[in-house]
């Protein structure tokens, strides 16, 4: 598949912080690319290199095969971003805003491509309302919108779910999905929680303290044989030993007394569970969470993967 | 014709030898007469002041005239500009009113013209002016120039030149000397922009005399001038 | 470029700051209109003193054209703050905003936005400059008559022919727009180097406040840099008020203000060139 846009070698330090350090990747035509890693890991430092806000001090963005310093204006015309915060001109309209941003675009917008796209983020009859009287999900919402105006094929969207409601986040997932299926988008969403870049990127890239730790298709890194099934059990030695004549002792992890620990794809764990009764365990509880996740969770620490994990 | 204009001179040096027969008081008293001819008149004039730290164009305005001390200049609209109001800018005003001694100083001969130089000593001591000197040209019965001492203003030097309305003694260029006193505000209150002063050349700036000119373009006389028009502002 | 234009102008026009500015013109005009009215008499006569002792000055002294020179001289010091409301709010208050990457990350390129912020305060500029002509000269004159002005200055008493005046006042706002342009562009530099509009516009108005005492401080240590500062310059305007008018002075000082003001495009159009932008 072509290569929509390729980083290579990225590295930015503000004064003696490595905010991003050599870090390359690069994102194909159609996909929707997670860009995972915990707050000040070096995100948006990186998004702001790929539109040019920020200079690198050392590497090079490629977009459509073009170096991005050599023809940044023509190659943004092709780029829809929100980054960071969707902030816009509070003392202005929704749509003086939309507008304005679509007169910068450097391409004839006609009126009726505004209304399309006050449509697809579902703000239509909203457009005549200041914008400092939106609802945090609104903005977010006119944010893809002034992003898309211009019918850009790639659009970066930089923490697209910050502050919205659990409604919000499953309208703008859904929002997405549809960009990227319905309107052949190619996206790169950033995220500091997995299962957000989970459920709607096919590829991922996650960085730690400015590096890449990891990149990959989502269904490779996420595999769903790489699954950590936990079985909490009252203490039974018994158990343990035949576990270890069976066939399951190949799924078998290690984990303390109180507990069974498997990789194995989940799809098996009701059969699990029957031959476990069988044995006569008492089985208290089944928790599964991926490999990956334990593996990011151990990184970063971060309390909302933990709530939403355990 | 040479010899008749050496006649000619000779006669005209006994006729002004004759003429001083006549006393210096006569003088006076015959000069103040001839200027009461003159009640008042309204006169168009181009006023010029020359004051060191002054700089003003040419004024045209009317300047009336009501005898003996009324005086006033009408800019039609623009600023009349006056010395201080005790002295008026009028010959008449220049020379002491009411009972005087008068002191015959002789003759002198200023840029080929023989005058008579008469001073005047005003018996009034509360009076604006505590002396006057006055040249005069006997021949033509004229003040030509005046130097007047006055209680409050200085001194007041004033020349004059006759034409049109001679028979009036009225003159068509009057020049005045003045002494002027310094000019200087505080440069934090103009916020000046000061570039201007550096660039022109210092002059002296100790030169405090400076001169009015004011030229008649012409007269109305004797029009019977209403009090009013002085006390308009 | 004309469209990047156009949405500045449309921005700086739809916020409510912007007309504070008019409306500070227009209060400090009346404030002193309304003080001349009542009080403009004394004050005359206390200006004139040193004069009065020597000459009778009558007619109308307190006409328009006077009023309108005592209202350009005091807001002398106000008019930089307007514009750097504005010019210093150009950069930073996009920065402070957020708006800037939204901008930037737009076909635009950075020259050209900051071009188009200058041109954006210049024409902010200048219509608070017509702003002024009206309501300081326009209105005085309707409210004090037509005259001959006097000009006062530190060594000199200048009276200026009534029909000899607008062309001076013309003149004299033409060199304020220049004087303000340098004003305007110093903010932008500012602005470029802040993240919000707060301090380009207060040091806006610090520097000119500093320049200005500097300006008109005489002590030898400082005279040697007064022909450099701007703020020497900016009271250019008054030399058209002066006579005969010093043309070679007044063409020195627009020299100034007009490399100071290509000093301060270049120097922001090179510094926002290469900013990160982390707002």
């Known amino acids: ?310 | 014709m040479r010899k008749f204009s050496a006649i000619a001179v000779a006669v005209f040096c006994l006729s002004s030898f004759a003429a001083r027969a006549v006393s210096g008081e006569q003088l006076f008293d015959l000069l103040r007469k001839k200027m009461l001819t003159v009640k008042d008149y309204t006169a168009e004039v181009k006023m010029k002041i020359n004051v060191s730290y002054m700089r003003i164009p040419t004024l045209a305005g009317t300047l009336y005239f009501k005898s003996p001390d009324k005086m006033k200049l009408e800019r039609h609209g623009g600023l009349s500009i006056m010395l201080k109001k005790n002295i008026n800018l009028t010959v008449s005003n220049m020379i002491p009113t009411g009972s005087v001694t008068v002191l015959d100083m002789g003759n002198v001969t200023i840029d080929g013209q023989n005058l008579r130089v008469l001073k005047i000593i005003p018996e009034d001591d509360q009076g604006q002016i505590i002396l006057a000197k006055i040249w005069v040209d006997e021949n033509s019965m004229l003040v030509a120039r005046t130097e007047t001492t006055t209680r409050n203003d200085g001194t007041i030097k004033m020349a004059l030149q006759y034409g049109k309305y001679i028979s009036y003694a009225l003159p068509d260029k009057v020049t005045i000397d003045v002494d002027v006193k310094d000019f200087k505000l505080p440069k934090g209150v103009t916020m000046d922009y000061n570039e201007v002063r550096d660039e022109t050349p210092k002059k002296e700036t100790k030169n405090r005399k400076g001169t009015i000119q004011l030229n008649y373009i012409s007269y109305q006389i004797n029009t019977g001038i209403d009090d009013k028009v002085f006390s308009k502002k | 470029m004309i469209q990047l234009l156009r949405i500045e102008l449309y921005k700086i026009f739809k916020r409510p700051r912007t007309y504070i500015s008019f409306a500070i013109v227009t209060a400090i005009s009346f404030i002193i209109q309304l003080a001349m009215i009542s009080d403009g008499k004394s004050f005359i006569a206390f200006a004139l003193q040193g004069v009065s002792e020597q000459f009778d000055i009558h007619g109308n002294v307190l006409n328009g054209y006077l009023i309108a020179y005592i209202i350009l001289q005091s807001l002398l010091m106000q008019i930089p703050l307007l514009v750097a409301l504005v010019a210093g709010d150009s950069l930073a208050g996009e920065a402070g905003m957020g708006t800037l990457r939204l901008l930037l990350s737009k076909p635009v390129s950075r020259m050209q936005l900051v071009l188009v912020k200058f041109m954006g305060s210049f024409i902010y500029t200048l219509l608070l400059i017509i702003w002024l002509a009206i309501i300081a000269l326009f209105l005085s004159l309707l409210l004090f008559g037509q005259g001959d002005m006097i000009n006062l200055k530190s060594d000199a008493f200048i009276l200026l022919l009534k029909d000899d005046i607008m062309w001076r006042y013309a003149a004299a706002f033409a060199f304020a727009m220049l004087a303000m342009t340098t004003i305007a562009s110093m903010s932008i530099l500012l602005s470029a180097f802040a993240d919000n509009s707060i301090g380009p516009i207060m040091t806006t108005m610090g520097i000119v406040v500093v320049l200005t005492i500097l300006s008109n401080l005489e002590l030898p240590l400082f005279s040697l840099v007064k022909p450099y500062l701007f703020t020497t310059h900016m009271i250019g305007w008054k030399g058209f008020f002066d006579d005969p008018v010093p043309y070679a002075a007044i063409g020195k000082s627009a020299f100034v203000l007009v490399a100071y003001t290509l000093i301060f495009l270049t120097a922001t159009i090179l510094y926002f060139n290469r900013k990160d932008i982390k707002s």
């Open chain 1, 1 to 310: 598949m072509e290569i929509i846009l390729e980083a290579v070698g990225l590295t930015k330090s503000f004064k003696k912080h490595k905010a991003v350090d050599d870090l390359s990747f690069a994102i194909k035509r159609g996909e929707v690319y997670g860009f995972l890693g915990q707050n000040g890991a070096g995100k948006s430092t990186t998004i702001r290199m790929l539109v040019g806000l920020i200079i690198p001090d050392k590497g090079k963005v490629f977009i459509n095969g073009t170096e991005f310093i050599n023809g940044r204006r023509h190659l943004l015309k092709n780029i829809g971003a929100i980054i960071e915060r969707p902030d816009m001109y509070g003392y202005l309209s929704g749509w003086d805003n939309l507008k304005m941003m679509a007169a910068l675009s450097n391409k004839n917008i006609k009126q009726q491509r505004i209304h399309e796209v006050l449509e697809i983020v579902g703000l239509k009859g909203r457009e005549k309302d200041r914008v400092s009287a939106y609802s945090q999900g609104m903005k977010q919402r006119m944010g893809i919108a002034i992003a898309m105006i211009h019918n850009p094929d790639l659009l970066i969207l930089d923490e697209p779910t910050n502050g919205l409601d659990p409604q919000g986040i499953s309208d703008m997932r859904a929002l997405i999905l549809s960009l990227s299926r319905d309107h052949g988008k190619t996206i790169l969403i950033s995220s500091h929680l997995l299962y957000e870049i989970e459920q709607v990127a096919t590829s991922m890239l996650i960085i730690h303290k400015g590096k890449k730790l990891s990149d990959g298709r989502v269904s490779d890194l996420l595999h769903p044989d790489d699954t950590l099934t936990e079985v909490a059990i009252a203490p039974n030695e018994a158990i343990k030993a035949s576990l270890a004549a069976s066939a399951w002792s190949a799924y078998l992890q290690p984990a303390n007394d109180n507990a069974l620990l498997f990789k194995m794809n989940p799809s098996l764990i009701p059969s699990l569970n029957k031959w476990l009764v069988a044995q006569g365990a008492e089985v208290r509880s089944i928790a599964s969470k991926h490999s990956f996740e334990s593996y990011f969770l151990n990184i970063t620490n971060d309390t909302a993967v933990k709530n939403r994990t355990l």
